[in-house]
Nanobody, 111 residues
Framework: QVQLVESGGGLVQPGGSLRLSCAAS????????MDWYRQAPGKRREFVSRITSGGSTNYADSVKGRFTISRDNAKNTVYLQMNSLKPEDTAVYYC?????WGKGTLVTVSS
C-alpha cells in the first residue's frame, strides 16, 4: 500500500503563505492521481485540490485562485502552495491517493 507523509504546516498570519508537501512511497508515483483534503475542528473532511498523472488540476471553490497544486515525479512529492490564507483555512491537511491517507499536517491561520 502507498504510504504518504505530509509536512509544511504551521502557524501563519492572515494573508500569509505556506507550502505543504506530501511525500509518497511507490515506484509508480507518476501514475497516481493525488488529492489534498482538509478537516477543520468540528467539521467533516473536505476536498481541497486534485492533480492527475497528466497534470490536470482542479480546486474547491473556496480555495480557487489562492491555492496551487503541483507535483514533482522525480521526488515522489505533491505540493500545495497556499497564498492569501484566511482564518477559515485553519485545518489539518491530508493527502490521499489510491485509498491511502497520511497523518496530516496542521495549518493554523491566526493573528
Amino acid at each position: 500500500q502507498v504510504q504518504l507523509v505530509e509536512s509544511g504546516g504551521g502557524l501563519v498570519q492572515p494573508g500569509g503563505s505556506l507550502r505543504l508537501s506530501c511525500a509518497a512511497s511507490g515506484s509508480i508515483f507518476s501514475s497516481y492521481t493525488m488529492d489534498w483534503y482538509r478537516q477543520a475542528p468540528g467539521k467533516r473532511r473536505e476536498f481541497v485540490s486534485r492533480i492527475t498523472s497528466g497534470g490536470s488540476t482542479n480546486y474547491a471553490d473556496s480555495v480557487k485562485g489562492r491555492f496551487t497544486i503541483s507535483r514533482d515525479n522525480a521526488k515522489n512529492t505533491v505540493y500545495l502552495q497556499m497564498n492569501s490564507l484566511k482564518p477559515e483555512d485553519t485545518a489539518v491537511y491530508y493527502c490521499n491517493t489510491l485509498g491511502a491517507w497520511g497523518k496530516g499536517t496542521l495549518v493554523t491561520v491566526s493573528s
